[in-house]
Protein backbone atom coordinates (compact mmCIF):
# COMPACT_ATOMS: atom_id res chain seq x y z
CA UNK A 1 0.00 0.00 0.00
CA UNK A 2 1.63 3.51 -0.92
CA UNK A 3 0.33 6.81 -1.17
CA UNK A 4 2.14 9.48 -3.47
CA UNK A 5 5.86 7.64 -2.83
CA UNK A 6 5.30 6.75 0.69
CA UNK A 7 5.00 2.76 1.36
CA UNK A 8 2.25 2.43 4.00
CA UNK A 9 2.03 -0.99 4.48
CA UNK A 10 3.48 -4.49 2.95
CA UNK A 11 2.45 -8.01 3.37
CA UNK A 12 5.22 -10.60 2.03
CA UNK A 13 4.00 -14.50 1.94
CA UNK A 14 4.75 -16.56 -1.15
CA UNK A 15 2.07 -19.35 -2.25
CA UNK A 16 -0.51 -17.68 -0.47
CA UNK A 17 -3.35 -19.06 -3.09
CA UNK A 18 -7.32 -17.29 -3.17
CA UNK A 19 -8.20 -17.24 0.76
CA UNK A 20 -4.33 -16.54 1.51
CA UNK A 21 -4.64 -13.63 -1.14
CA UNK A 22 -7.67 -12.13 1.15
CA UNK A 23 -5.87 -12.50 4.32
CA UNK A 24 -2.81 -10.83 2.64
CA UNK A 25 -4.98 -7.91 1.53
CA UNK A 26 -6.57 -7.71 5.00
CA UNK A 27 -3.30 -7.71 6.81
CA UNK A 28 -1.95 -5.01 4.41
CA UNK A 29 -5.29 -2.99 4.73
CA UNK A 30 -4.55 -3.22 8.78
CA UNK A 31 -1.21 -2.54 8.76
CA UNK A 32 -1.74 0.57 6.41
CA UNK A 33 -4.92 1.53 8.54
CA UNK A 34 -6.80 2.20 5.74
CA UNK A 35 -10.40 0.90 4.88
CA UNK A 36 -11.03 -1.02 1.29
CA UNK A 37 -13.41 1.97 0.79
CA UNK A 38 -9.93 4.25 0.62
CA UNK A 39 -8.48 2.55 -1.91
CA UNK A 40 -8.11 4.43 -4.99
CA UNK A 41 -6.32 2.04 -7.85
CA UNK A 42 -5.37 -1.20 -7.38
CA UNK A 43 -1.61 -2.34 -8.96
CA UNK A 44 -1.46 -5.97 -10.31
CA UNK A 45 1.22 -7.76 -11.53
CA UNK A 46 0.90 -9.08 -15.13
CA UNK A 47 3.18 -12.08 -15.69
CA UNK A 48 5.24 -13.58 -16.70
CA UNK A 49 5.24 -16.73 -14.55
CA UNK A 50 3.02 -18.71 -12.67
CA UNK A 51 -0.59 -19.18 -14.49
CA UNK A 52 -2.52 -19.60 -11.39
CA UNK A 53 -0.89 -16.65 -9.71
CA UNK A 54 -1.56 -14.31 -12.28
CA UNK A 55 -5.24 -14.88 -12.96
CA UNK A 56 -5.95 -15.51 -9.20
CA UNK A 57 -4.77 -11.87 -8.79
CA UNK A 58 -6.55 -10.53 -12.26
CA UNK A 59 -9.79 -11.85 -11.02
CA UNK A 60 -9.07 -10.10 -7.49
CA UNK A 61 -8.34 -7.19 -9.19
CA UNK A 62 -10.54 -7.32 -11.66
CA UNK A 63 -13.41 -7.82 -9.09
CA UNK A 64 -12.48 -5.29 -6.59
CA UNK A 65 -12.58 -2.83 -10.12
CA UNK A 66 -16.45 -3.70 -10.55
CA UNK A 67 -17.42 -3.63 -6.70
CA UNK A 68 -15.77 -0.38 -5.76
CA UNK A 69 -15.29 1.41 -9.26
CA UNK A 70 -11.08 1.53 -8.04
CA UNK A 71 -8.75 2.15 -11.28
CA UNK A 72 -6.04 -0.66 -12.15
CA UNK A 73 -2.62 -0.93 -13.00
CA UNK A 74 -0.52 -3.28 -14.29
CA UNK A 75 3.35 -4.59 -15.02
CA UNK A 76 5.41 -6.90 -16.43
CA UNK A 77 6.72 -9.27 -13.90
CA UNK A 78 10.40 -8.02 -15.57
CA UNK A 79 9.46 -4.92 -15.43
CA UNK A 80 8.62 -5.15 -12.12
CA UNK A 81 12.18 -7.02 -10.77
CA UNK A 82 14.47 -4.62 -13.15
CA UNK A 83 13.00 -1.49 -10.94
CA UNK A 84 13.57 -3.74 -7.80
CA UNK A 85 17.07 -4.48 -8.78
CA UNK A 86 17.37 -0.61 -9.29
CA UNK A 87 16.12 -0.24 -5.65
CA UNK A 88 18.88 -2.81 -4.97
CA UNK A 89 21.57 -0.90 -6.42
CA UNK A 90 22.28 -3.94 -8.83
CA UNK A 91 23.74 -1.46 -12.07
CA UNK A 92 24.69 -2.31 -15.54
CA UNK A 93 23.39 -4.59 -18.13
CA UNK A 94 20.99 -7.14 -16.38
CA UNK A 95 19.64 -9.83 -17.25
CA UNK A 96 16.31 -10.90 -15.39
CA UNK A 97 15.55 -14.26 -15.38
CA UNK A 98 12.09 -15.91 -13.62
CA UNK A 99 11.58 -19.96 -13.71
CA UNK A 100 9.41 -20.77 -16.71
CA UNK A 101 9.33 -24.65 -15.80
CA UNK A 102 10.55 -27.19 -18.32
CA UNK A 103 14.30 -26.43 -17.97
CA UNK A 104 13.49 -23.08 -19.52
CA UNK A 105 13.35 -19.52 -17.97
CA UNK A 106 11.58 -16.05 -19.13
CA UNK A 107 14.30 -13.48 -19.86
CA UNK A 108 14.45 -10.02 -20.32
CA UNK A 109 17.54 -7.76 -20.60
CA UNK A 110 17.81 -4.09 -19.54
CA UNK A 111 20.26 -1.32 -18.81
CA UNK A 112 19.88 -0.12 -15.15
CA UNK A 113 21.18 3.14 -13.37
CA UNK A 114 20.90 5.01 -10.22
CA UNK A 115 18.92 7.40 -12.54
CA UNK A 116 16.53 4.60 -14.28
CA UNK A 117 16.20 1.25 -16.44
CA UNK A 118 15.10 0.91 -19.79
CA UNK A 119 14.47 -2.59 -21.73
CA UNK A 120 17.25 -3.88 -24.82
CA UNK A 121 14.25 -5.48 -26.32
CA UNK A 122 11.06 -8.03 -25.44
CA UNK A 123 11.15 -10.68 -22.30
CA UNK A 124 12.00 -14.21 -24.25
CA UNK A 125 11.67 -17.80 -23.13
CA UNK A 126 15.58 -19.44 -23.13
CA UNK A 127 17.33 -22.78 -22.42
CA UNK A 128 18.91 -22.75 -18.86
CA UNK A 129 22.29 -22.97 -21.76
CA UNK A 130 21.65 -19.62 -22.43
CA UNK A 131 21.51 -18.44 -19.26
CA UNK A 132 24.50 -20.11 -18.56
CA UNK A 133 26.38 -18.44 -21.62
CA UNK A 134 25.30 -15.03 -20.08
CA UNK A 135 26.67 -15.82 -16.76
CA UNK A 136 30.12 -17.35 -18.55
CA UNK A 137 30.23 -13.80 -20.02
CA UNK A 138 29.95 -12.51 -16.59
CA UNK A 139 26.94 -10.45 -17.34
CA UNK A 140 24.44 -9.94 -14.50
CA UNK A 141 21.87 -12.93 -14.16
CA UNK A 142 19.39 -11.88 -11.38
CA UNK A 143 16.07 -13.30 -10.46
CA UNK A 144 13.98 -15.03 -7.54
CA UNK A 145 15.74 -18.18 -6.39
CA UNK A 146 18.15 -17.71 -9.34
CA UNK A 147 20.76 -19.19 -7.11
CA UNK A 148 19.49 -22.49 -7.31
CA UNK A 149 20.17 -22.87 -11.40
CA UNK A 150 22.86 -20.33 -11.60
CA UNK A 151 25.99 -19.91 -8.37
CA UNK A 152 27.30 -16.31 -9.28
CA UNK A 153 23.79 -14.88 -9.73
CA UNK A 154 21.64 -12.31 -8.09
CA UNK A 155 18.66 -13.22 -5.96
CA UNK A 156 15.98 -10.27 -6.25
CA UNK A 157 12.21 -10.49 -5.32
CA UNK A 158 9.12 -8.43 -6.31
CA UNK A 159 8.07 -6.58 -4.18
CA UNK A 160 4.54 -5.09 -3.22
CA UNK A 161 6.10 -2.08 -2.40
CA UNK A 162 7.99 -1.18 -5.79
CA UNK A 163 4.73 -2.43 -7.61
CA UNK A 164 2.91 -0.10 -6.03
CA UNK A 165 5.62 2.46 -6.40
CA UNK A 166 5.53 1.76 -10.29
CA UNK A 167 2.09 2.40 -10.35
CA UNK A 168 2.29 5.75 -8.70
CA UNK A 169 5.17 6.75 -10.98
CA UNK A 170 3.72 5.40 -14.33
CA UNK A 171 -0.18 5.91 -13.89
CA UNK A 172 -1.24 3.98 -16.11
CA UNK A 173 -4.33 2.65 -15.09
CA UNK A 174 -7.17 1.64 -17.26
CA UNK A 175 -10.43 -0.35 -16.83
CA UNK A 176 -10.49 -3.83 -15.38
CA UNK A 177 -11.16 -5.54 -18.89
CA UNK A 178 -8.42 -3.85 -20.67
CA UNK A 179 -5.62 -5.51 -18.16
CA UNK A 180 -4.51 -8.44 -19.68
CA UNK A 181 -1.70 -11.19 -18.85
CA UNK A 182 1.50 -11.50 -20.62
CA UNK A 183 1.82 -15.18 -21.73
CA UNK A 184 4.49 -16.38 -23.86
CA UNK A 185 3.34 -19.80 -24.13
CA UNK A 186 0.48 -21.31 -25.35
CA UNK A 187 -2.03 -22.49 -22.68
CA UNK A 188 -2.78 -26.22 -23.03
CA UNK A 189 -5.84 -27.40 -21.19
CA UNK A 190 -7.27 -30.91 -21.30
CA UNK A 191 -10.76 -31.58 -20.61
CA UNK A 192 -11.65 -34.02 -17.66
CA UNK A 193 -14.26 -36.68 -19.80
CA UNK A 194 -17.99 -36.74 -18.40
CA UNK A 195 -18.68 -38.72 -15.57
CA UNK A 196 -20.24 -41.41 -16.27
CA UNK A 197 -23.77 -41.75 -14.93
CA UNK A 198 -24.23 -43.94 -11.43
CA UNK A 199 -25.87 -47.21 -12.38
Do not use: C
Not at 88 to 116: H, K, M, P, W
Amino acid sequence: MARADRVLGEVIETGAGTTGAFNMIAAALREAKLEREQIETLAVGLGPGSYTGIRVALAMARGWHLARGVKLSGASSMDLLAAQAQAERIFGRVNVIVDAQRTEFYLATYEISERGWRAIGPVRIVTAEEIHLLAGAREIVAGPEVTRWFQNGRTIFPRAATLARLAVQRDRSVGGEKLEPIYLRVTNFVKAPPRSAAS
